[in-house]
């Protein structure tokens, strides 16, 4: 009898330190997140700002000066020199929806822009001291290629920075798409990096959607507005391990861009 209650026992504290190993998670954010991608910032955004209006979906990948890889995805929208991106935001339980992500707005001829919170609805300014001063192609439309599907031409362009260095970028430019840029690769700079766009859509975002919401609140830096966020992420992670989260409050879908207005 005492052997069947010490595995009855045994049972039920495991059942417990799994329920209570099931309210941990990993923190969502991290200080340096409310810093705009570089792609946003460097060498890529001429490209990025050079093809009119659209939106897509961007994968990328930037290999740093000690070899490390970062990968990031998301959704992206252009407009006269204006870029939008989301990065993809992978909250699975309902602690993790609520508290959202961020996203940026990013004007490349400022060189300056925002990054955004949905669950701060708050704002703050950031900015880059890097500028192109100079752009120059390396020779017509070459070698023709395929990539996701695409027939595409490969081509080269160099531009100067304002800090004295200069970024070497392959474009593979799909003819299917009124030679859109469906990847782009910076094969020298600050960092080797690599971006392909998909679901590529030609048009206009609207123009509302470049300044920040109606509504939402700004802050004075983007280290205090990443502070606030790590500070309330904290609080309801501690709700959450104690069984104090609320289940019911409805959660916000997120900003959908493909769904967003449009001019054509």
């Known amino acids: 009898m005492k052997t069947v209650i010490r595995a009855v026992a045994v049972c039920w504290a495991a059942v417990m330190i799994c329920g209570c190993a099931s309210r941990r998670s990993e923190p969502l954010y991290h200080a340096g997140d409310e810093t705009a991608p570089e792609f946003l910032t460097g060498p890529a955004a001429i490209v990025l700002t050079n093809t009119g209006g659209y939106s897509a979906h961007l994968t990328g990948t930037m290999l740093g000066s000690g070899g490390q890889a970062h990968t990031v995805a998301g959704e992206i929208l252009a407009r006269d020199g204006r870029l939008i991106f989301q990065p993809a935001f992978h909250g699975k339980n309902k602690r993790q929806r609520k508290t959202g992500g961020l996203f940026f707005i990013w004007d490349a001829g400022k060189q300056a822009g925002y990054v955004l919170s949905d669950a701060l609805q708050g704002y703050a300014p950031i900015k880059s001291d890097l500028m192109v001063t100079n752009e120059s192609n390396l020779g ?84 205090t507005l990443m502070n606030e966020l790590l500070v309330r992420e904290s609080t309801m992670a501690k709700q959450y391990q104690n069984g104090e989260f609320d289940d019911s409050t409805p959660v916000s879908s997120g900003l959908d861009w493909h769904q967003s207005p449009t001019v054509r």
Not at 147 to 166: A, F, K, M
Not at 172 to 181: M, Q, T
Not at 189 to 195: A, D, E, R, S
Not at 212 to 217: H, V
Request: net charge negative.
């Open 140 to 223: 017509k439309d070459g070698i023709e290629e395929e990539v996701d599907g695409h027939p595409c031409h490969r081509s080269e362009i160099v531009v100067s920075l304002n800090d004295g260095t200069t970024g070497r970028l392959v474009l593979w430019r799909a003819d299917d798409l009124k030679h859109f840029p469906v990847r782009i690769e910076v094969v020298n700079g600050p960092k080797q990096t690599t971006l392909n766009l998909s679901e590529v859509r030609l048009e206009f975002p609207g123009q509302e959607l470049f300044s920040p919401p109606d509504g939402f609140t700004p802050y004075a830096s983007s280290v």
